[in-house]
């Protein structure tokens, strides 16, 4: 499928790339890094239909956003649907957090191969990197 863009905002040279998985590289969380738990794959994707999929680190999650013009992000108010597998007890308190800090977010800017989201008083930052290719 063709990738259509979203509006960029005014801060922001190129606009993010609906259809393109990104993967979670830097997160961090008043201010302090969070590390990732080693080998770990937390994603994220744009549907141009408006719906968002990606994996939270054991767990599939899909839901629906919007981005505005002006950089603002919305998600859906009940959430977001995940599947219900177990995994080891690291990983699934990565995705507890991870999807706490991503529900958090308001504010989005790209830059072509970087996505961040970012809380309103900025104490969540998730920076995301552009994945090449199929995976």
């Not at 190129?14 to 890094?33: F, S, Y």
């Not at 859906?76 to 958090?104: D, K």
């Amino acid at each position: 499928p063709a990738e259509t863009s979203l509006p960029a905002p005014a801060d922001s040279p190129a606009p993010i790339r609906r259809g393109t998985e990104w993967r979670l590289t830097d997160w961090i969380v008043n201010g302090a890094p969070r590390q990732l738990v080693a080998d770990s794959n937390v994603t994220i994707a744009f549907d141009p239909s408006g719906k968002l999929s990606g994996n939270a680190s054991i767990n599939s999650f899909s839901g629906s956003f919007r981005f505005d013009a002006d950089g603002r992000l919305q998600w859906p108010r009940a959430g977001f649907i995940l599947t219900r597998m177990a995994g080891p007890p690291e990983l699934m308190a990565q995705e507890r957090a991870f999807l706490e800090s991503l529900r958090r977010t308001v504010h989005y800017r790209a830059d072509g191969q970087q996505l961040v989201l970012e809380s309103a008083n900025k104490a969540i930052v998730l920076t995301f990197t552009r994945q090449s290719g199929p995976l």
